[in-house]
């Protein structure tokens, strides 16, 4: 066909993803119970995370009012160490795959 | 329990002898039963694939949590009554009453908090989980749960101390 270019078909390895992989995400959720004391579970937020007063307490009035509270969102590794974490103060705290 | 030095490398508490009783009488009781730990709620191949690392890790921690108040215990002294000002002593207070010193690094005051809320959850566990957990009105000394809330609300009244004495003032 005149004026038309026929382009070379670019060679496709099977199987191949040129997209970068992503690690898998994971939240960290901390659940409510009628036991752990509103005071300890910001003082634990402060510890585990670093977060400042106002955060932590945020958060744990989260837990408090609506069940539990996403607390970090990241890779297994790191949601894993903070669950560890937080479970060495008795919290409850686990690791869900991020929807 | 009262907060006499505050510093960078932790704090002391004066504590009455009645109330170092209590926390020692709080420690000599047996542990009370501990819920299995989970790692997650919704994967249960996640929880299984990772649980035992997490049981491992939380049963070496707690060894370490045992021994810290075991060296913690061994480290309060006796001070007698004064009333002259310790050197050095900051708000709120100074030790002019007898009691005994408890030395807490930052370290060993978050060993302490976990080993007086496992004190709290063992108990509350052992009652059956209450919700809330408030003591009955007609909770009687002979009781077979009395040991039981008396926990709860002993370990609960120390840490409260410690979070206000050395967070919110």
């Known amino acids: 066909m005149p004026g038309t270019i026929e382009l070379p078909m670019p060679e496709v390895e099977v199987g191949s993803d040129p997209k970068p992989t992503r690690e898998p995400e994971y939240v960290v959720i901390v659940w409510d119970d009628p036991v752990n004391l509103m005071p300890y579970v910001t003082h634990v937020f402060q510890q585990v995370f670093g977060w400042g007063r106002e955060k932590a307490q945020r958060h744990m009035l989260e837990v408090h009012e609506q069940g539990r509270s996403v607390v970090m969102r990241e890779s297994f590794e790191q949601a894993e160490f903070h669950v560890h974490e937080l479970q060495k103060y008795s919290l409850n705290a686990t690791l869900e795959p991020a929807a | ?169």
Do not use: Y
């Open chain 2, 1 to 169: 329990m009262r907060l006499l030095r505050r510093d960078d490398s932790g704090a002391s508490w004066l504590l009455t002898p009645g109330e170092r009783e209590l926390l020692l009488a709080l420690f000599s009781r047996p542990e009370g039963p501990r819920s299995s730990a989970r790692l997650s709620r919704t994967s249960e191949d996640l929880d299984a694939r990772a649980r035992s690392e997490l049981v491992g890790e939380l049963e070496g921690h707690r060894a370490h949590v045992r021994a810290r108040l075991e060296a913690m215990f061994r480290t309060m002294h006796e001070v007698p009554a004064s009333p002259v000002a310790e050197p050095g002593a900051a708000s709120p207070g100074s030790a002019s009453e007898p009691g005994w010193i408890l030395p807490l690094s930052a370290h060993d005051r978050e060993c302490l908090l976990q080993a007086l809320n496992e004190r709290r959850l063992g108990a509350w566990e052992a009652l059956g989980r209450p919700d809330p957990p408030e003591i009955p009105d007609t909770l009687s000394p002979a009781s077979p749960d009395f040991l039981d809330w008396w926990t709860l609300v002993i370990a609960s009244r120390f840490q409260g101390r410690i979070l206000s004495g050395e967070f919110q003032e």
